[in-house]
């Protein structure tokens, strides 16, 4: 799987976000170590704290199936679902990244002009994973 076809999963996720309140479609594809890819949108929800973000929706069905190993996610966002700079994960998301993947874990985050390649420990520093928790790492 290359980044740019990634790229355009998180890109036709996008198309299928439930954004009544804001407008903001985000769209994420999430590459698991097997090859598989899990595609997730953002759902909102009127009272807003239940709102569930792109990356989060792809995680956990993932998740569901039985996955624990990833090596990419691209997400990718815009006002209307137009792509206008990229905008990395929000904070929950990041964790909930760091819960399953290492500091090595790739993100392409999408703008108007391609992506950006960063890690998870680019945009995590000083990160409590699972390992550091049981004394592992």
């Keep these: 799987m290359t980044p ?3 790229v355009e999963l998180a890109k036709e996720a ?5 954004v009544p309140y804001s407008g903001y479609k985000v ?12 595609q997730g949108c953002n759902i909102e ?3 807003y704290s239940p709102t569930v973000c792109a990356e989060r929706t792809a ?3 993932a998740v569901y199936d039985g996955h624990r190993a ?4 691209a997400v990718c966002g815009g006002k209307d679902g137009v792509i206008t700079g990229a905008f ?5 998301c990041r964790q909930v990244m760091r819960e399953f993947c290492d500091d090595d874990f790739l993100l392409y985050l999408v703008d108007a002009e391609g992506f950006e390649t960063v890690t998870l420990a680019d945009i995590l520093p000083h990160s409590f994973s699972p390992k550091k ?5």
């Design 4 to 6: 740019e076809k990634l």
């Design 70 to 73: 990833f090596e990419a996610i």
């Design 14 to 18: 996008m198309t299928h976000a439930y």
């Design 133 to 137: 928790h049981l004394g592992i790492g």
């Design 45 to 47: 929800n009127a009272s």
């Design 27 to 38: 769209g994420a594809a999430l590459l698991c170590g097997d090859g598989s890819v899990y």
């Design 59 to 61: 995680f956990f069905k």
């Design 88 to 92: 990395p994960p929000c904070g929950v």
